[in-house]
């Protein structure tokens, strides 16, 4: 496909922001052509940045806004009432059509407010949900949700196994993902109420590949390649992931440096460990789609890198090229129906 994908990106959201998300988007357009960056911030700032950069000016546009958007403040009023800042007019654009995505690294809860308020839901869709690639021991699966909705109803869940579904699907080319519902046990009966009560309405669903339960620790162990839980669960789940990681990383790191043994021990296996490792970069795999909107709204980590933004830009014309929207619009349609 040759169609020009056009994305908003917060350049004021984040804790590296403008320095990374302005070299992000230059990354990003002069890897993908087909790519337009609507930089939305402080021009001074932004232009500023720029100026250290080589780059097509056709691929780069500036939004000026006089507001930001901080993470401590209380999202329903900060998005009523700055209208002015980087991500209420980021997300004003791909509202009114200028713009296919958004993606921001900004305060998560205006984040999740201004998708609903400003941008809106797909008509079905009761509430959407925040999913994010998981590495698992031969891939990744998708975790959803992991942020939005901590009180969520079994309809909630239900549309969450299908969007994430599709995504799994068509944006990461597995074929009939199996869905799993995240669990303390395999057994069904075993779970809080919510899982209680969606189980069976799983079970009934015809659109999905749904296995059952799938428990924290299976995960990471291909237990599933879409895992579906209201985002409380969700979002431990993910965080203690990341924690699990982290550490083991250090030790691994800390172990190989103890000794000259160890020390020459690593000289053999360092391209292996970081091919494996590399698995475990939650950059590479772009940002977290807030999937159930109108429009492509993506989130990523406060502390991302430049290639953290790049990545996450260039997931949006994989996800504008695919039309997930409007797949999601129609299953859910004709579920509905």
């Given at each position: 496909m040759d169609k020009q994908?056009?994305?908003?990106?917060?350049?004021?959201?984040?804790d590296n922001a403008p320095v990374e998300t302005v070299k992000g988007a230059v990354e990003a357009v002069n890897l993908e052509p087909r790519l337009k960056v609507f930089l939305c911030g402080k021009e001074p700032e932004i232009r500023a940045e720029l100026a250290k950069y080589q780059y097509n000016s056709d691929a780069i546009e500036i939004v000026h806004c006089s507001e930001v958007i901080e993470?401590?403040?209380?999202?329903?009023?900060a998005v009523r009432n700055k209208k002015d800042s980087s991500m209420v007019k980021a997300m004003n654009l791909v509202k009114e059509g200028t713009c296919d995505a958004l993606v921001t690294a900004g305060s998560s809860g205006a984040f999740l407010v201004g998708g609903q308020i400003i941008v809106g839901r797909i008509r079905g869709i009761d509430r959407p949900c925040l999913g994010t690639v998981?590495?698992?021991?031969?891939?990744?699966?998708?975790?959803?949700?992991?942020?939005?909705?901590?009180?969520?109803?079994?309809?909630?869940?239900v549309q969450f196994a299908q969007m994430g579904s599709i995504y799994s699907e068509n944006f990461l080319g597995v074929k009939s993902p199996r869905v799993g519902i995240l669990n303390i046990g395999a057994e069904e009966e075993k779970g809080n109420a919510l899982v209680k009560e969606t189980f069976p309405l799983l079970k009934e669903l015809t659109n999905i590949n749904f296995?059952?339960?799938?428990?924290?620790?299976?995960?990471?162990?291909?237990?599933?390649?879409?895992?579906v839980a209201e985002a409380f669960a969700g979002n431990v789940c993910l965080k203690t992931m990341e924690g699990v990681s982290s550490a083991l990383i250090k030790k691994i790191k800390g172990a190989m440096m103890s000794s000259l043994k160890t020390k020459i021990g690593a000289l053999f296996i360092k391209s292996a460990l970081k091919k494996t490792l590399k698995s475990f970069d939650t950059e590479s795999y772009g940002g977290a789609p807030?999937?159930?909107?109108?429009?492509?709204?993506?989130?990523?980590?406060g502390s991302s890198s430049s290639r953290a933004f790049k990545n996450s830009l260039l997931q949006c014309i994989k996800f504008t090229d695919l039309e997930i929207n409007e797949k999601i619009r129609q299953q859910l349609t004709e579920t509905e129906e």
């Open positions: 994908v056009k994305v908003a990106l917060d350049a004021m959201g984040g993470t401590a403040e209380p999202p329903v009023k998981v590495p698992t021991v031969s891939g990744v699966a998708f975790l959803l949700d992991c942020g939005a909705n901590v009180d969520a109803k079994p309809l909630n869940l296995i059952g339960s799938c428990e924290a620790r299976d995960v990471c162990l291909d237990g599933a390649d879409v895992i807030l999937l159930g909107c109108k429009g492509l709204l993506v989130k990523t980590h």
